[in-house]
């Protein structure tokens, strides 16, 4: 009988590793995700592909660890002997990266490097190959030099997160060429979906208009409005990591829609899905923006569809709609998804929940 191929995800709790979890599964892949031990469950997002693992034919796998934690990381990889490893764990919101500096530094940029230096040891020592996939960030062009972004922009980053990000990436590109080591950067612009952090802007404002519709909230706060951003679905591009390891040779590639879009359209169109106007509900809050912006990200996918064979599937707004849709029904209020005109009033749906005329 083959062995199944293993990979090992950090950050498998997190939006990109859940829906990278689900693909490997569906790949035939024995995958391991690295959690971090809390005093309460954190696996929502994985709890509908989790398996006992004491049952015959599991495949799915966690284990107790952190970035921070080079010995930890060391074992684990020794234990599970992945032939691919998904470096997604991040302290990833870049707001948060500015009140925990150092935190973000060790977690994002040294937390990298522990793990491409465990996985050197390991390949020379067994020599059995281990491909690598670094998560990358558009926060990385920062002060953009060029649009669109390409592989070949030069980074300016513009936060503790995006430092750290970038110290990420050279650390990959610096392992693949001195131990020619099979190690890859996805340079990912802004992706989303329904499993969103919550305290990201995308979610932050799909269920606030949940909340709203339902009565439970008035007003949502906000920071830059101006700040424009290429945004995808976080499942197409979870792919795309898939597709980079599964090359002849190692390389990055940017991964984007080559579209960028502004938060105020992105307000337009969500509070639009519900029939209501958001500047009734939306008013600024200056504790929301960051000490250095970033003012305008847009990505050229284009290697990534010549070499990859990769392109997104959801557009701008679908995916606004599939957002403001998952959190209404969270609600347990109807929405119009699949793609269908709207079926319900929603301001009606609010009066009549709230019994107040607005």
Same mark, same amino acid.
């Given at each position: 009988?083959?062995?199944?191929?293993? $990979?090992?995800?950090?950050?498998?709790?997190?939006?990109?590793?859940?829906?990278?979890?689900?693909?490997?599964?569906?790949?035939?892949?024995?995958?391991?995700?690295?959690?971090?031990?809390?005093?309460?469950?954190?696996?929502?997002? +994985?709890?509908?592909?989790?398996?006992?693992?004491?049952?015959?034919?599991?495949?799915?796998?966690?284990?107790?660890?952190?970035?921070?934690?080079?010995?930890?990381?060391?074992?684990?990889?020794?234990?599970?002997?992945?032939?691919? +490893?998904?470096?997604?764990?991040?302290?990833?919101?870049?707001?948060?990266?500015?009140?925990?500096?150092?935190?973000?530094?060790?977690?994002?940029?040294?937390?990298?490097?522990?793990?491409?230096?465990?996985?050197?040891?390991?390949?020379?020592?067994?020599?059995?190959?281990?491909?690598?996939?670094?998560?990358?960030?558009?926060?990385?062009?920062?002060?953009?030099?060029?649009?669109?972004?390409?592989?070949?922009?030069?980074?300016?980053?513009?936060?503790?997160?995006?430092?750290?990000?970038?110290?990420?990436?050279?650390?990959?590109?610096?392992?693949?060429?001195?131990?020619?080591?099979?190690?890859?950067?996805?340079?990912?612009?802004?992706?989303?979906?329904?499993?969103?952090?919550?305290?990201?802007?995308?979610?932050? +404002?799909?269920?606030?208009?949940?909340?709203?519709?339902?009565?439970?909230?008035?007003?949502?706060?906000?920071?830059?409005?101006?700040?424009?951003?290429?945004?995808?679905?976080?499942?197409?591009?979870?792919?795309?990591?898939?597709?980079?390891?599964?090359?002849?040779?190692?390389?990055?590639?940017?991964?984007?829609?080559?579209?960028?879009?502004?938060?105020?359209?992105?307000?337009?169109?969500?509070?639009?899905?519900?029939?209501?106007?958001?500047?009734?509900?939306?008013?600024?809050?200056?504790?929301?923006?960051?000490?250095?912006?970033?003012?305008?990200? +847009?990505?050229?996918?284009?290697?990534?569809?010549?070499?990859?064979?990769?392109?997104?599937?959801?557009?701008?707004?679908?995916?606004?709609?599939?957002?403001?849709?998952?959190?209404?029904?969270?609600?347990?209020?109807?929405? $119009?998804?699949?793609?269908?005109?709207?079926?319900?009033?929603?301001?009606?749906?609010?009066?009549?929940?709230?019994?107040?005329?607005?």
């Amino acid at each position: 009988m083959t062995q199944r191929k293993r $990979a090992l995800l950090t950050g498998i709790t997190g939006q990109d590793g859940s829906y990278l979890g689900e693909l490997l599964l569906e790949q035939g892949y024995e995958v391991h995700g690295i959690i971090r031990r809390t005093s309460t469950f954190n696996t929502d997002r +994985i709890d509908h592909i989790y398996e006992d693992p004491h049952v015959e034919g599991a495949r799915l796998f966690l284990h107790y660890g952190d970035l921070t934690d080079g010995t930890t990381l060391r074992r684990i990889l020794e234990q599970v002997q992945p032939a691919e +490893i998904y470096n997604l764990g991040a302290q990833s919101h870049v707001r948060v990266s500015f009140d925990a500096p150092e935190y973000t530094a060790d977690a994002v940029g040294m937390g990298a490097l522990r793990i491409l230096e465990a996985a050197r040891d390991y390949q020379q020592r067994t020599g059995n190959e281990i491909r690598y996939y670094q998560a990358g960030s558009s926060e990385m062009y920062g002060k953009v030099q060029a649009v669109p972004q390409t592989e070949e922009t030069p980074f300016y980053p513009r936060s503790p997160y995006a430092c750290a990000k970038v110290f990420a990436h050279w650390q990959t590109v610096n392992y693949r060429e001195s131990y020619d080591m099979f190690a890859c950067n996805g340079i990912l612009f802004n992706h989303e979906s329904p499993r969103r952090g919550e305290t990201f802007v995308t979610r932050k +404002i799909t269920r606030a208009i949940a909340r709203i519709v339902a009565g439970q909230q008035k007003k949502l706060y906000m920071g830059n409005l101006d700040a424009k951003r290429d945004w995808g679905y976080a499942k197409d591009y979870v792919r795309a990591m898939w597709l980079m390891l599964q090359q002849e040779q190692p390389d990055d590639y940017v991964v984007a829609t080559g579209e960028t879009h502004s938060v105020h359209e992105f307000l337009d169109i969500a509070f639009g899905r519900v029939n209501l106007d958001w500047q009734d509900y939306v008013e600024f809050d200056e504790r929301y923006l960051r000490p250095a912006e970033v003012d305008l990200l +847009i990505g050229d996918p284009a290697k990534a569809k010549e070499k990859l064979g990769w392109e997104p599937s959801v557009t701008f707004e679908q995916l606004v709609h599939l957002m403001v849709d998952a959190d209404l029904q969270a609600m347990g209020i109807s929405s $119009a998804a699949n793609g269908h005109s709207k079926v319900e009033d929603y301001a009606t749906i609010r009066q009549s929940l709230i019994g107040v005329s607005f």
